[in-house]
């Protein structure tokens, strides 16, 4: 193979895919990413263009800002525009997704510029699919048609993974980025996102070069060279250091499939336990650069030539950290019966990356191993009910939101923590600190970018009371999208209604509230979906318990379910209804349910995180001493505020809270208010307050989405409208934003 065979250019993503087909040759796996790889990749993808969009010069001179590497691809080229991918399927087909995604929102939005520019990456001639995988085919007219994909037995892996993260990609991007982002999110995305592609010479060359990058050995990574740096300096403990680093190796190795398990442990382990408080250029140079970082510190890691031994001890508290840390390892890729750790699995999957990071905090590489788990699991129950009582309280969840908990609070709190006693009060010192109450989600459902969130609070409820009558469930099953899907008891038909409820948009609210969802099996969910909420009972009852209850009679065939109706004092809640009770009624029950139930699932003393004590101030001119998690409480910011451009308008003074904002659709106006933090409450609905202007519009209007800094308006003094967009634009142009 010589080297004159190979060539290598770098392509924008409107060049990558402009007039050109991709195809994969037989030697090709089936597209395999999961949830966290897309996440993963779009987390990055929207981060990155949220840095770049704060930069004005970016804005006024796009082609001036840099670009973003999205790596290297290896292709052959057998005829002029058509490829053959060696390397990089899994790249290119979640790129398409998000083409197709991007696109529809184009649609729907009348962005003919943004549909026109899509067209050209996701199709060579308006028709055939750039990428040109045949057996994709069938998903990816469905996505293009906005229709559902029914999987079938004849599916393949690749079918059923391609619906799975096309509907992952939507949800993903509502929650990433605001509807006006989007036409900026496109442009970027095609003029500054970049791969390299590496080209072979012939089909036999790529397969050779397929080979050589599967069954050869990889370049030297960060953990390599970590290793060798470490080695250099250990003088005579040369061998123990290698053998103790390769046994820590061994017991990070639970998933064969996962390279990079030794790389994320060890820059947790640092982040959790080295890195200096409050200094966000050792979690920058940590996640960037970890080997280097540990060289450019040696001094703070006391890791210097002049104690070799400390290089050893170094990595002997690594290799027990990771011996103690196994657990929590397989705990986050499978559930298994009575080990407790459940919530470990829960939040790597509502993608609280933040989550070993803070475990790790917590224990001790000489910790017993019954300790450490203790350690960890009430860890992972702190963060689990610090995201249902955020998502409850409809503020943000994203990686940022739980970064800033995790490295401003946790952290610091953690690392002063040194038995499990010290952990339970510290966390629970924390929750007694938590604003808001589970009791405030009174009106919370479902909405444009939450529908990951609403599922997962439906299965967690649906799974206690299953598990409360002894019955077989699943709880994995219930947040798989694809096997459950969510339920409205109330079909889309406000003429039902309307005498009881004769405001579409009071409608739209109510039928998607919690108390008007649930959780039934797809199969079931497709045939019974029109029916009226009387009709479908019968499907419910052989469904699960939550939902079963509905029907008459049901309680009277299950005395687990009176004992547990009984013993959590639900009779008025988890009962049947009768054709003659209300919408209304229906619903608020049914809502007052669910938030009893969170209280128990989420309860501090059940997850072993009791209240602290109040503390004896010792004397009228005493102060009361504070604990740990109080000092640094002080330093974290408001909890609740919330990252939109509403609230950073109402933190500024440019909005006042109680501010009435207005939208007008289809000759109809419809009125908000804006609160303290930045929320809309519909005037219509009243309630919990919507967290982002695009999500209060879509109900509004009644579609899918909304571009709410666009369409919602201030009225000034001589009632004439403006928008919130031009109101925004005017304080960043005055400097008060």
């Known amino acids: 193979m010589g080297s004159d065979e190979i060539r290598s250019q ?98 729907e939005r009348a962005d003919f510029r943004a549909v026109d520019r899509l067209n050209r990456v996701i199709t060579t001639d308006g028709e055939h699919f750039s990428l040109g995988i045949t057996d994709h085919e069938p998903v990816l007219r469905a996505v293009t048609q906005a229709r559902r994909y029914e999987t079938g037995l004849g599916d393949s892996l690749s079918r059923r993974n391609l619906w799975a993260r096309s509907q992952q990609i939507e949800s993903q991007l509502a929650e990433e980025l605001d509807a006006e982002n989007l036409t900026r999110f496109t442009e970027w995305l095609l003029d500054r996102v970049v791969l ?22 990889a370049r030297l990574t960060a953990v390599d060279l970590l290793k060798s740096h470490l080695l250099s300096h250990v003088g005579a403990g ?31 382990f640092l982040l959790a ?59 986050g890729r499978a559930l298994k019966k009575n080990d407790r750790l459940e919530a470990v699995l829960f939040n790597e999957r509502n993608g609280l990356t933040c989550q070993a990071v803070a475990i790790l905090a917590a224990i001790d590489p000489d910790d017993l191993p019954s300790d450490a788990k203790d350690k960890g699991r009430l860890v992972a129950d702190y963060l689990d009910r610090w995201y249902a009582l955020r998502v409850l309280q409809d503020l943000p969840v994203q990686s940022a939101d739980a970064d800033t908990l995790a490295y401003d609070t946790l952290v610091p709190l953690l690392r002063q923590c040194r038995t499990v006693a010290d952990v339970a009060t510290a966390l629970g010192d924390l929750v007694t600190q938590d604003t808001g109450s589970i009791r405030d989600a009174i009106t919370l459902g479902l909405r444009g970018n939450n529908a990951h969130q609403i599922r997962y609070l439906l299965a967690r409820a649906t799974a206690y009371v299953e598990a409360a009558c002894q019955r077989e469930h699943d709880i994995l099953a219930y947040l798989d999208r694809d096997r459950f899907h969510i339920e409205h008891l109330w079909a889309n038909h406000h003429h039902r209604v309307q005498q009881e409820i004769p ?61 547990f109706i009984k013993t959590h004092k639900l009779d008025k809640l988890l009962r049947p209804f009768s054709p003659r009770e209300t919408m209304t009624s229906v619903v608020q029950t049914r809502q007052e349910l669910y938030l009893c139930l969170f209280e128990h699932i989420w309860n501090p003393e059940r997850l072993g995180l009791p209240a602290a004590l109040p503390t004896d101030p010792g004397g009228a001119d005493e102060p009361p001493a504070q604990t740990p998690a109080a000092a640094i409480a002080r330093r974290r910011p408001a909890a609740g505020r919330r990252r939109t451009d509403v609230a950073r308008m109402v933190a500024a003074q440019i909005l006042t809270p109680g501010t009435r904002i207005v939208l007008t659709y289809r000759l109809t106006d419809h009125w908000a208010t804006i609160d303290e933090d930045g929320g809309i409450i519909l ?30 308006h201030i009225e000034d003094e001589t009632g004439a409208r403006i928008s919130l967009r031009m109101l925004r634009d005017r304080a960043v142009a005055s400097g008060a934003l």
């Open 238 to 268: 040369e061998d123990q250091l290698n053998t103790q680093w390769h046994e820590m190796l061994r017991e990070l190795a639970t998933d064969r499939e996962d390279s990079t398990a030794a790389s994320r442990f060890i820059k947790a």
């Open 503 to 563: 405001d579409p948009v009071v409608f739209r609210s109510r039928r998607n509230q919690l108390g008007g969802l649930g959780l039934l099996m797809g199969r079931e969910n497709s045939s019974i979906n029109d029916l009226p909420l009387h009709d479908k009972a019968a499907y419910y009852a052989r469904s699960n318990v939550l939902l079963g209850s509905i029907a008459p009679g049901y309680n009277q065939r299950n005395p687990l379910l009176r004992e």
């Open 273 to 331: 336990r080295c890195a200096r408080e409050g200094l966000a250029e050792d979690r920058r140079q940590i996640d960037s650069n970890l080997n280097v970082w540990v060289r450019q510190n040696a001094e703070h890691l006391q890791l210097v030539p002049e104690h070799p031994d400390n290089f050893l001890t170094f990595v002997q508290d690594l290799l027990k950290t990771a011996r103690l840390y196994r657990p929590f390892l397989a705990a």
């Open 10 to 107: 770098g392509f924008s993503l409107k060049e990558l895919f402009r007039d050109v087909t991709y195809e994969i040759d037989y030697y090709q796996r089936e597209y395999t990413w999961g949830e966290d790889e897309v996440r993963m990749l779009l987390r990055d993808l929207c981060g990155s263009f949220r840095n770049w969009s704060l930069n004005p010069s970016y804005l006024r001179r796009p082609q001036t800002a840099p670009q973003y590497f999205l790596g290297p691809f290896v292709y052959y080229e057998p005829a002029k525009n058509r490829r053959y991918l060696v390397d990089g399927q899994q790249r290119f087909v979640t790129l398409h997704l998000l083409f197709l995604q991007l696109r529809l929102a184009a649609q």
């Open 196 to 217: 390299v592609g590496i080209r072979a010479a012939s089909p036999d060359h790529g397969y050779r070069m397929f080979e050589t990058m599967n069954d050869r050995g």
């Open 683 to 712: 005037t219509a609905t009243g309630g919990t307050p919507y967290g982002r202007v695009d999500e209060a519009g879509a109900v509004a209007r009644g579609t899918k989405t909304c571009q709410g800094m666009n369409e919602w």
